[in-house]
């Protein structure tokens, strides 16, 4: 996996696709090249365990580098995630718009 992270370099801390990303080879969620999303690790020490591969977290703004821990929220695998974008309970929701989520590749 290309990391592609040259503009921004600071040691153990990148921004890749709009997220920000923690050099944590040791994490049981790091990629094949040792990076976690900051959410995730944000998320953590909220709940007190590591996530689970399943176990989604969710930017309530849709900022995806806005790691605030009132900025997140965890659901419990992907088709929980989707349910919630595409019903009212998600505070942007409107009828015809098109969830986060469904766009190839996002969430
Ligand atoms: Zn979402």
Redesign the pocket.
């Known amino acids: 996996m290309r990391m592609g992270y040259g503009k921004t370099q600071i040691i153990g801390e990148v921004k890749w696709q709009g997220y920000v990303w923690y050099y944590l080879p040791n994490h049981p969620l790091s990629n094949n090249t040792g990076w976690v999303k900051r959410s995730k690790v944000v998320m953590e020490g909220i709940i007190g365990r590591y996530l689970t591969p399943e176990e989604?977290v969710?930017?309530k703004n849709?900022v995806k580098d806005d790691d605030r821990p009132e900025n997140l929220r965890l659901?419990p695998n992907r088709a929980e995630?989707?349910r919630?974008?595409t019903t009212e309970r998600?505070p942007g929701f409107k009828e015809g718009n098109i969830?986060?989520?469904v766009k190839k590749g996002g969430?």
């Open positions: 989604i969710d930017h849709l659901f995630h989707d919630f974008h998600c969830p986060h989520n969430r």
